[in-house]
């Protein structure tokens, strides 16, 4: 239900974009967020925005990576500029879907996207 894209290697300095698209008989897309997760540590949340775009960083990467949205496509983007090797890890896309015919609400995992950055 959750489709990220996007990811690769990089040069440490330079910039990736991440795009997560909810597919499916899908209503309502709500919060949505990008975490990332390296071997041996707990995932751990790197940016999110509300249906209204209002956003969220963890400190680690405000100034250098700007979540965004587009609501009619139920698709977030994440920019990533300014990397560092520290960010390499598997980013996650992950969000609560509410289906268009039961109206369940439940959460949802990307499969994950994995990106290197060289130093």
């Known amino acids: 239900q959750l489709v990220e894209s996007g990811g690769g290697l990089v040069q440490a300095g330079g910039s990736l974009r991440l795009s997560c698209a909810a597919s499916?008989?899908?209503?309502?897309?709500?919060?949505m967020k990008w975490y990332r997760q390296t071997p041996g540590k707990q995932r751990e949340l790197v940016a999110s925005?509300?249906?209204?775009?209002?956003?969220g960083y963890a400190d680690s990467v405000k100034d250098r990576f700007t979540i965004s949205r587009d609501n009619a496509k139920k698709t977030a983007d994440l920019q990533m500029n300014s990397l560092k090797p520290e960010d390499t890890a598997v980013y996650y896309c992950?969000?609560?879907?509410?289906?268009?015919?039961?109206?369940?609400?439940?959460?949802?995992w990307g499969q994950g996207t994995l990106v290197t950055v060289s130093s």
């Open positions: 925005i509300t249906t209204g775009g209002t956003t």
């Open positions: 992950n969000a609560d879907l509410t289906d268009r015919y039961t109206w369940r609400n439940r959460n949802y």
């Open positions: 499916g008989d899908i209503a309502r897309v709500d919060t």
